[in-house]
């Protein structure tokens, strides 16, 4: 039995989906734990190349149990367009559950998200409004609507009720709209359930009788630690934690219970929205990476700020996470780069700072403390040994383990899922 947890090290976008895609092949089962349909994961696979934003990566095997589970935040209409997606390319969901305990998206939580962050003008936080920020906080102050009410038109309408009896006032006092109209929202949603009745179930104890039985579980998670709401770069951040702890709540499962987590890490930085950066280089080579490595937001489009790897928030994300191993991705970037740069540290005004502060504000002065290496001029995409990398390839990235004090265990040379070499970490790290 193995229960591996998978997370983002950086601030998103770091690949997940292309390394549980692969995990998954060995899996009996996908859990993803936290976030919703503002995080994106890019697959491409003999099916074709997907984006999912709820479904777990390893719907492409059909021995897989993938489950969205409690800590998730799901938009129904989403869900069922990524359905439908699949089912057009051949790929079977018959094996696809939706916990009852997650939360539900509504129309309000959408609507309100937008006209939240058109409020905040110059201040705005970059969020992709699609009501994640509004439903995990109706979530904490006990407003929510859950999954399995929609199996219960009666619970589900009064709880509607009282939701909208608050939201329309907003709507109407405060930004001067018209209300949202009960009978409307609960017939629309009541279809929803309707469609998804099969799928929803307590998926505790489906996730609890696997691990007795002694299953492979990957645990999925979303984002990056740091837009972690309480150790990430807040306010700039999500609202539900992307952080290894948070898959035993957002799945239902001990902590004792985790043996392995891993973190997935590009070979350089990137990220989506406001928020300071260290390493983003507002220049050709941040523009080369990004056009080179296609970086636009797989749920907005939007484009990256690209930069080099920072150490710091690296380090910090180790041991926030507690990983145990590391998989690098997009390593072929930085073929043809005669020479790649590490930022290792922080000046603070006077200071050296090497380790990731708290505050944006302090962060947002920072400037990174760069260690130059070596790069290669030859393309590393058709390479499927470790050995077989250039010798500058292999000390970059045993340059990152040094500094990290983890192994990489992974090393991801192109988009496709063959395009994945495992290392032999053993006596290589620390």
């Known amino acids: 039995m193995s229960v591996m947890t998978v997370v983002g090290g950086q601030w998103g976008d770091e690949g997940k989906g292309k390394i549980v895609d692969l995990l998954a092949e060995k899996a009996n089962m996908v859990v993803r734990f936290s976030g919703g349909d503002n995080a994106g994961h890019t697959v491409i696979n003999p099916y074709g190349e997907f984006r999912l934003h709820l479904i777990p990566s390893g719907i492409f095997y059909p021995q897989v149990t993938c489950i969205i589970g409690n800590g998730v935040a799901i938009n ?3 869900l069922l367009g990524e359905i439908d997606v699949l089912h057009q390319h051949g790929v ?4 696809l559950f939706i916990s009852d305990r997650a939360h539900l998206i ?4 959408t609507l309100l998200d937008g006209l939240e962050e058109e409020g905040r003008s110059e201040r705005a936080l970059g969020t992709t409004r699609k009501g994640i920020g509004p439903v995990f906080a109706d979530k904490a102050a006990r407003l929510g609507i859950r999954v399995g009410d929609l199996l219960n038109p009666e619970t589900f309408r009064r709880r509607l009720e009282a939701a909208l009896a608050f939201k329309n006032t907003i709507l109407t006092r405060v930004y001067e709209l018209p209300p949202l109209s009960l009978d409307d929202t609960l017939a629309q949603y009541l279809r929803y359930g309707e469609q998804l009745a099969p799928r929803i179930k307590d998926t505790v104890s489906t996730i609890r009788e696997a691990v007795d039985r002694g299953d492979s579980v ?17 306010p700039f951040v999500t609202s539900s934690s992307p952080l290894a702890g948070a ?8 902590p004792r219970e985790i043996d392995h987590v891993m973190g997935v890490f590009k070979a350089y930085n990137t990220r989506v929205g406001a928020g300071p950066m260290p390493t983003e280089l507002d220049d050709e080579t941040g523009n080369l990476i990004r056009e080179k490595a296609g970086e636009y937001g797989a749920t907005t489009g939007r484009p990256r700020r690209c930069g080099w790897f920072d150490a710091v928030a690296g380090r910090f994300s180790v041991q926030i996470n507690g990983l145990s191993e590391i998989a690098l ?3 072929d970037i ?32 920072c400037s990174p403390i760069y260690e130059e290496v070596a790069g290669w001029e030859e393309p590393i995409n058709e390479i499927q040994d470790y050995e077989s990398l250039p010798a500058e390839a292999r000390d970059y990235m045993s340059r990152l383990e040094s500094l990290l004090s983890c192994p990489v265990s992974l090393v991801s040379v192109g988009p496709d899922r063959k395009q994945i070499i495992p290392i032999e970490a053993v006596g290589r790290c620390c």
């Open 247 to 254: 898959s035993c709540v957002g799945a239902g499962l001990g």
């Open 106 to 109: 509504m129309p309000y939580h």
């Open 329 to 331: 991705t997009h390593l």
């Open 218 to 234: 990957l645990l999925e998670g979303a984002q990056g630690a740091l837009l972690d709401p309480d150790f990430g770069t807040y």
């Open 76 to 78: 129904p209409e989403v």
């Open 92 to 95: 079977s969901t018959d094996r």
């Open 334 to 365: 930085y073929d043809g780069f005669p020479s790649i740069m590490i930022c290792t540290a922080y000046k603070f005004q006077e200071e050296v700072l090497t380790s990731f502060p708290g505050d944006p504000a302090t962060l947002e002065k």
